[in-house]
């Protein structure tokens, strides 16, 4: 395919967004966040464009996320500035597409996480299929879930976006549309017919004739259990309940934070409970942008980003080591203001 790292097209009534690095499975880098963007500002004007749809390049996945190793690399050895624009412009791009007067249609179909559900679990409609793989694995890497997934996940049913948070477990179909990541369900065989027919048609109509039913999902019979455990008020006493817990899957997850950065996992709950009192997505930006430049100030990230995915070795040594280690005024300060007073400032000030 072509080196260009967004493809644009028009297809009949339907202007084409394809990601197109798939040997990173599409990951977003500045450039291709300018290039949608672009994209958007032209189509929006247009009234030939009566839809936009989004794919993403390969086999793999629509987009595996924000590309983290330049993240690592300016965190590491630069000042931060570069990942700080990044962001800035990241997220308002969420923000616009959340707000895009015409369908935007996001074909969710492989992997999607991180940077990949912001430009994509915003739309107006999100298709689904049964490869579809959505996360927000922030907690792994020493980061903390971002792009408006806070606003996302402290929305879905229950103590289940908590779970996700924290965990960043992986989840399917069935499981995105239970959350309120996604809305319709397309198998991956019906999608190159539905790209066709939403070219000629109106979004209802096409939709129309690919929508099925998803397979059986997973949460929806775990939430009992989720919801008792991570209704909880700290990160320590979610971890209490859930190894106290009889179920196998609760105690995994038990398992699985704690592999996480441990302020990561602090900063996470604490976004995710002041999430569910903001009342629009811009706010919730507006305040993940504060927390993930906050980052940039932390040992955990380089290292997460290190152990998972420039070493590999997985092994990654945080630092506070503990949850115990990590106080309250360590985790309110990843919400102030950024040093430099540049604030994303998509919500008017009261």
Known sequence: MSEEPVLLHRAGRVGRIVLNRPRAINALNHEMVRRVDGALDAWERDPGVETVVITGAGERGLC????????????????????????????????????????????M????????????AHGSVRIVTERSRIAMPETGIGFVPDVGGTYLLARAPGELGTHLGLTGAQIG??????????????PSDAVPALLDDLAEHAVPDALARHVQPPP?????????????CYAADSVEEILRRLLAHG????????ETLLT????????????????????TL??????????????????????????QVVDKDRRPRWSPATLAE?????????????????????????
């Open 173 to 186: 179909a069935a499981d995105a549309l239970l959350c309120g990541l996604a809305d319709r369900f397309v």
């Open 326 to 350: 990590v106080t309250d005024a360590d985790v309110d300060r990843f919400f102030a203001p950024t040093p430099d007073g540049r604030e994303l400032g998509l919500a008017p000030t009261p």
């Open 260 to 279: 996480r950065s441990p302020t990561s996992l602090k900063v996470t709950l604490a976004a995710l409970r002041r999430a569910r009192r903001l009342d």
């Open 282 to 307: 811009e706010q919730v930006l507006d305040q993940e942008y504060r927390v993930s430049v906050a980052t940039l100030r932390t040992a955990d990230l380089v290292e997460g980003i290190r152990a």
């Open 64 to 107: 595996a996320g924000g590309d983290i190793r330049a993240v690592h690399d300016d965190a590491r050895d630069g000042d931060g500035s570069a990942a700080a624009a990044f962001w800035y412009d990241e997220y308002r791009l969420d923000a616009r597409i959340a707000r895009f007067p015409k369908p935007y249609v996001a074909v």
């Open 216 to 228: 059986q999902g997973e949460l929806g019979r775990r939430q009992g259990w989720i919801d008792a």
């Open 109 to 120: 179909d492989g992997i999607v996480m991180g940077g990949g559900v912001g430009i994509s």
């Open 247 to 254: 179920d196998p899957a609760a105690k995994e997850a038990a």
